[in-house]
Nanobody, 123 residues
């Protein structure tokens, strides 16, 4: 059974940084595309970033490009989302997700999900 567990969320002031972690069990992330999504109250879940299982190519939503960095540590079976220069509009629950094939940005295409971690950015 594949399980994803996020951690690292919290309250931070605008301009600050947080690093989210997603530990995967039941599956090797070296053969898994990892994605990060977020959902703010009253809004749909949106794509944030992804890293492909093959060559490790990374993809970002325009809203976070240049501020967020996705990475993975195959030895720790963990994906990370480094978030810098945070803005109040980044406030949301952040979810990590996994899929077997290449990078896609639609949440419906990821069969495995974590429980989410809250990120709150104060102005």
């Amino acid at each position: 059974q594949v399980q994803l567990v996020e951690s690292g969320g919290g309250l931070v002031q605008a301009g600050g940084s947080l690093r989210l972690s997603c530990v995967v069990s039941g599956r090797s992330i070296s053969r898994t595309t990892m994605g990060w999504f977020r959902q703010a109250p009253g809004q749909e879940r949106e794509f944030v970033a992804a890293i492909s299982w093959g060559d490790g190519s990374t993809y970002y939503a325009d809203s976070v490009k240049g501020r967020f960095t996705i990475a993975r540590d195959n030895g720790k079976n963990t994906s990370y989302l480094q978030m810098n220069s945070l803005k109040p509009e980044d406030t949301a629950i952040y979810y990590c997700a996994a899929r077997s094939f290449g990078v896609v940005t639609g949440a419906v295409d990821y069969p495995y999900w974590g429980q989410g971690t809250q990120v709150t950015v104060s102005s």
